[in-house]
Nanobody
Framework: QVQLVESGGGLVQAGGSLRLSCAAS????????MGWFRQAPGKEREFVAA????????YYADSMKGRFTISRDNAKNTVYLQMSSLKPEDTAVYYC?????????????????WGQGTQVTVSS
């Protein structure tokens, strides 16, 4: 059983930056495709970004391109989400997720493991 624990959320002003981290338990982390999702109040959870097991390939939701960067450090069993130029509409709970398949997928139903989420609040 893989456990994912997110950290790094908080309150930031519009235009600011945050880096989220997701630490994974288990030795198989380097074989998982990892992703970030978010859920704003009253809205459905949406895809943010995904990264291949090697870190070589990434995939972003269109609205995040150029502002968010996903990366991973397999030696540390950690995946990151660097967020910049944050907007109030980026306010949400951000979730880390993993899947055993190799494809970069934007559908949450394809992910096998989930963290508990970390709150990001962007003030105007």
């Amino acid at each position: 059983q893989v456990q994912l624990v997110e950290s790094g959320g908080g309150l930031v002003q519009a235009g600011g930056s945050l880096r989220l981290s997701c630490a994974a338990s288990g030795r198989a982390f380097s074989s998982y495709t990892m992703g970030w999702f978010r859920q704003a109040p009253g809205k459905e959870r949406e895809f943010v970004a995904a990264i291949s097991w090697s870190g070589r390939d990434t995939y972003y939701a269109d609205s995040m391109k150029g502002r968010f960067t996903i990366s991973r450090d397999n030696a540390k069993n950690t995946v990151y989400l660097q967020m910049s130029s944050l907007k109030p509409e980026d306010t949400a709970v951000y979730y880390c997720a993993g899947r055993t398949g190799v494809r970069l997928i934007n559908s949450e139903t394809e992910y096998n493991f989930w963290g508990q989420g970390t709150q990001v609040t962007v003030s105007s």
